[in-house]
């Protein structure tokens, strides 16, 4: 009973501190009364304290005692007050900050601003100042806010709140149901946490979140992997996935000086330091390169804060313009640590003016102070504790560093109360019944989706038009044909699904009907996120490409076809009963197998309709020319095909109440194996192929991007494979792309298909990324990027594939930018050389094209 004595009493002295603690608050402006937002306040000699917020107020909870209270803002002098804290009261102390004076160096360089002087000493303990923290430790809060600042056009305001704008004509009403006030101004995003920050060398990080709050998200989770502390010591600096490709060089990088010019704008005084200001320019626009002022601390050389903006001109691949402050305080000789960076980043898109302020305070810094083991958990980066986002508002009043502004107050109310009339069940089913509605677009060009009550039970099916697996098209062997496809979902459980696909086809000149179904049960981890498993069986007729990876895009074929002559894909028909089995384990290890039996059946052209010139060629067989030997009938064939994949290095965040695995910078290994089995119910085929493959996406930093996909296989036993069943590429005959890194650009569909006992293949593509073109005038303004390449299949002397392609990518407007065009030069082993353009779909940008593949129907 003693040790629970002992805890009352420990707990009982804690809350009795809390209670006895004081608050110091106040407003920091300039000598005209201006707000300066974010200015930073903390107490002398320590780096303990907060940040105002975006109106200058500040508060800072403290326990009884006298304090010297330091308040500064960049390119203001120190305000410095002292401060008696008596017991639980709160004691106001306003600061009014007047402008730096500055002193200019005396200097005995001619010919070069005294900046650069600066900078080499910067640089070269940049190094120095990087490697001296083994270990890093703080405390964090973070608010980050965006707002929207323009109200937007009608049109945009439309296409924007979709369904939620039917029947609203005035403008007013449509910006209501956007959240948006009749000044377009509103809240956005808002969210606020609290964490505890870990780093050890050589490369170990930890993230504990204690508490967050999202406004309008009981749920919100926050920023478990928003980089804690953004370094500028390192050369190049990541502030964000996919905010620019390249990165960005830092102001004090090793080769700093070839890409920034440097001004000296004088000294002062800040204690016992000289601080030195020096404003950064980039030498050459469209380079990534920072812009603003960098203070120096003379003597130690360290940053001492910080003011840096991007721009697009930086290559920014999203925002319009992002900026950066940082302050630092000294901890002990020669140990500056951060203790405040904001974030300011601004968009236009679609008519919306947005812009967002991200503060983030740090305390309780600690540098190289030993970190127990325990922090550091095998494969876990971020952890939240298991309350975070369940705690009340209460809590957040009494540990809030940063004051809520206004509107902040404002949105989290009315986002709460918000909250709470979507989730009356009435009005969910009220939203479901709206969004159950069919528009024209959808039956025509994206497809359907119909929920029932509780959303039990979900029913999906393609539109009409041929685009995005519409339901009509044409080809040589059905004419025109209808392919209706129905997907229903029925939720068993929170993680189990049974799902189902129906697919129906007619052909109007063959006058065949086929169906074909099938039925998954899949179970996921209802903790670990990723983990899961799918049993599936699936049976009946339908029409299937013979290379089973469907090179061929049914809509891609249509156009070919009807205008020019081209009837590129070639099909048959099968029976088919498969029973399939798949495990992802969540840990980047996954497996599947598949047994099947399928009865072939050839078909052959019925109509020879088309728009083409009379001159052109005309159609070719249903039968690949290049496989003109293989004369079939109809046959059975039974398979067992295996796979595995394997990406080492995964990491996990464990949410309050489910663990994520995080993306691994390792290459994916996979091998698959297929068998075709002969005799078992009449089955006439015998082979054993296999394939393995290597595929990694490499960051080059300033040098761009490289990705790659090499891989092997052969056929161990080729005693009887059919056409289906061969070693096929991934051509392309048409004059739009086919999937990159997977797929040869000129090749043709069946040329090099083979039963080789061994072959080689290679996709590389190095996407420099605006390295070469940021030089080109008219190609750095549009932020194009040059794009280089190879794709290559190799079995024996007489039997290879190689093609060479450069492009152009990040086509496109704003933020979309999807479009890539590639000039593309073939050799083969009959001494065939051709050439070409191909225009695709970024692999990178917002639009995908969905194409049936291994099979699919």
Not at 219 to 237: D, H, L, R, S
Not at 635 to 662: C, I, R, W
């Amino acid at each position: 009973m003693r040790k629970y004595t002992y805890l009352a009493i420990l707990l009982f002295s804690v809350f009795a501190m809390a209670a006895q603690a004081g608050t110091l608050k106040g407003r920091i402006t300039d000598a005209k009364g201006v707000p300066l937002p974010f200015a930073t306040v903390y107490i002398q000699n320590t780096t303990n304290g907060t940040s105002a917020n975006a109106d200058g107020i500040y508060q800072l909870t403290l326990a009884p005692g006298s304090y010297k209270v330091v308040s500064q803002y960049m390119g203001f002098t120190q305000g410095v007050h002292n401060v008696t804290i008596k017991g639980n009261e709160t004691v106001t102390q306003d600061f009014s900050l007047k402008e730096q004076g500055l002193q200019m160096k005396e200097v005995t360089i001619k010919d070069e601003d005294p900046a650069y002087m600066i900078i080499r000493k910067a640089i070269e303990r940049r190094a120095f100042h990087l490697k001296q923290v083994k270990s890093f430790q703080t405390g964090i809060y973070l608010k980050g806010v965006l707002r929207n600042r323009m109200l937007p056009d009608m049109a945009m305001m439309k296409l924007v709140a979709g369904k939620d704008a039917k029947g609203k004509k005035d403008k007013k009403e449509i910006a209501d149901a956007l959240g948006l006030d009749s000044n377009g101004k509103a809240v956005l995003y808002l969210c606020e946490e609290r964490a505890d920050y870990y780093s050890q060398e050589p490369n170990k990080q930890r993230t504990v979140i204690h508490s967050v709050r999202e406004s309008g998200d009981p749920n919100g989770v926050g920023f478990a992997q928003m980089p804690p502390v953004i370094t500028f010591y390192e050369n190049n600096i990541n502030l964000l996935d996919n905010l620019g490709p390249r990165g960005f060089i830092s102001p004090i990088s090793d080769n700093a000086l070839l890409y920034y010019r440097y001004k000296y704008e004088g000294e002062f005084k800040e204690g016992r330091y000289t601080i030195d200001k020096i404003k950064v320019t980039p030498r050459r626009a469209y380079e990534p390169l920072f812009e603003g002022t960098i203070y120096i601390v003379d003597g130690d050389w360290a940053i001492h804060s910080l003011n840096m903006v991007l721009t697009k001109k930086s290559g920014m691949s999203f925002l319009d313009t992002m900026k950066i402050q940082q302050v630092f305080l000294p901890l002990r000789e020669d140990t500056w640590v951060i203790k405040s960076q904001v974030w300011y980043p601004t968009i236009k898109i679609l008519g919306f003016d947005i812009t967002g302020s991200f503060v983030t305070v740090y305390n309780d810094q600690k540098v190289n102070d030993p970190i127990p083991d325990t922090i550091f958990q095998k494969k876990v980066v971020s952890v939240y504790d298991k309350n975070a986002n369940k705690i009340d508002t209460g809590y957040w009043t009494s540990v809030r560093p940063v004051p809520l502004e206004s509107d902040e107050s404002k949105d989290y109310n009315i986002k709460d109360s918000i909250r709470l009339h979507d989730e009356d069940p009435h009005i969910k089913d009220s939203i479901r019944r709206r969004n159950n509605r069919l528009g024209l677009g959808g039956l025509l060009i994206t497809g359907s989706t119909v929920n029932t009550k509780g959303y039990k039970h979900s029913f999906s099916w393609n539109p009409i038009l041929p685009f995005f697996e519409g339901m009509v098209h044409y080809n040589t062997i059905e004419g025109v044909n209808i392919s209706p496809k129905i997907w229903w979902n029925y939720k068993l459980d929170t993680n189990k699904v049974l799902s189902t696909k129906v697919a129906l086809r007619y052909g109007f000149n063959n006058t065949h009907f086929n169906a074909i179904a099938r039925v998954n049960y899949s179970s996921a981890d209802k903790y670990w996120k990723g983990r899961s498993w799918i049993v599936g069986i699936e049976g009946g007729k339908y029409v299937f490409q013979y290379n089973p990876d469907n090179p061929i895009p049914a809509f891609y074929n249509d156009v070919s076809t009807l205008f020019y002559r081209k009837n590129y894909m070639k099909i048959y028909e099968r029976w088919e009963g498969a029973a399939s089995l798949m495990r992802n384990y969540g840990n980047g290890f996954r497996w599947s197998g598949k047994f099947e039996f399928q009865h072939r059946i050839p078909l052959s052209n019925t109509t020879g309709y088309n728009w083409a010139s009379p001159n052109v060629l005309p159609f070719s067989d249903n039968l690949p020319t290049e496989l003109g030997a293989y004369k079939w009938t109809e046959y059975n064939a039974v398979l067992l095909k295996l796979a595995a994949s394997y990406q080492p290095g995964y990491h996990y965040t464990l949410y309050p109440d489910y663990k994520m695995p995080e993306r691994s910078k390792w290459p994916v290994f996979t091998v698959h194996y297929e068998k075709g089995i002969p005799n078992l119910l009449n089955s006439n085929v015998d082979f054993d192929k296999w394939r393995f493959s290597v595929k990694d996406d490499l960051h080059l930093r300033l040098l761009g991007s490289l990705s790659y996909v090499l891989a092997t296989g052969g056929f161990i036993n080729s005693n009887k494979v059919g056409i289906p069943d061969m070693m096929h590429l991934d051509g392309n005959q048409t004059a739009l792309a086919t999937a990159y890194l997977k797929s040869f650009q000129l090749a043709p569909y069946y040329m090099f298909s083979n039963t080789e006992p061994i072959y080689g293949e290679a996709h590389i593509e190095y996407n420099l990324q605006g390295l070469l073109t940021n030089k080109i005038p008219l190609l750095r303004r549009a932020r194009w990027y040059l794009i280089v390449g190879n794709n290559t299949f190799y079995a024996r002397q007489n039997n290879y594939y190689t093609e060479a392609f450069v492009g152009i990518d990040n086509l496109g407007w704003k933020m979309l930018r999807f479009l890539r065009v590639d000039f593309v030069e073939s050799w083969d082993y009959t001494g065939a050389n051709h050439a070409g353009f191909r225009i695709g779909i970024n692999a990178n940008g917002p639009i995908r094209i969905s194409v049936p593949h291994d099979g699919e129907w």
